[in-house]
């Protein structure tokens, strides 16, 4: 009866064990924003455009604590198409008859796409919020800790945006993430 005992207790702990590790290994499933714009017209739905560059601290400090937290990467995942966009790459980016190009300008240059996501203000990181027909919602520059974040996420992805004032929303809402 013991040795049962003993093998349920280990089966249950490494069944909870599993569990967890499997939710705190939620991650966002980037996409390219080529990919997120075909996903869209298949299957409409918001994007979400992370600008960042390579030399960027506060970039790096965003995707530790803000993207990788599993409520966050979970909404995003379920709400949006999510799109990593690094600001200076040079690589050219065809989205319908326009190509977006590496304008080499300065110390980095920077990609003509981020540019024009973020209106010319180049700053990092920057979030892009797209509707479903790739229009902008909202740009918001500098980094964002996670109840933050999941306020703003949830005020653009739940279209909270077209009935009420973001005030009014954080009054009401309730973030499951309760330490900024």
């Known amino acids: ?18 569990i967890a590790q499997d939710k705190q290994n939620t991650q966002v499933n980037w996409y390219t924003i080529e990919e997120a714009v075909e996903l869209t017209q ?3 739905r918001k994007i979400f455009v992370d600008v960042y560059t390579d030399w ?6 965003m995707d530790k604590n803000t993207f990788s937290h599993d409520l966050i990467a ?4 379920n709400n949006f198409y999510p799109v990593k966009l690094n600001a200076e790459q040079k690589e050219d980016i065809e989205l319908g008859d326009k190509v977006y190009k590496f304008v080499d300008k300065g110390q ?5 796409l981020a540019a024009t996501l973020m209106n010319g203000k180049m700053s990092y990181p920057t979030v892009v919020f797209l509707n479903e027909k790739l229009q902008i919602i909202h740009i918001q520059p500098g980094y964002n800790k996670p109840k933050a974040f999941d306020e703003m996420a949830r005020f653009f992805g739940d279209d ?11 009054a009401d809402y309730n973030s499951p993430i309760k330490q900024n």
């Open 1 to 18: 009866m013991i040795k049962i005992n003993i093998a349920a207790l280990i089966f249950f702990l490494a069944i909870n064990f599993a």
């Open 42 to 44: 298949q299957e409409p």
């Open 56 to 61: 960027c601290g506060w970039c790096k400090v």
């Open 74 to 77: 979970e909404y995003l995942n």
């Open 108 to 112: 980095r240059g920077y990609h003509e």
């Open 160 to 170: 909270h945006y077209l009935d009420k004032s973001y005030e009014q929303f954080i």
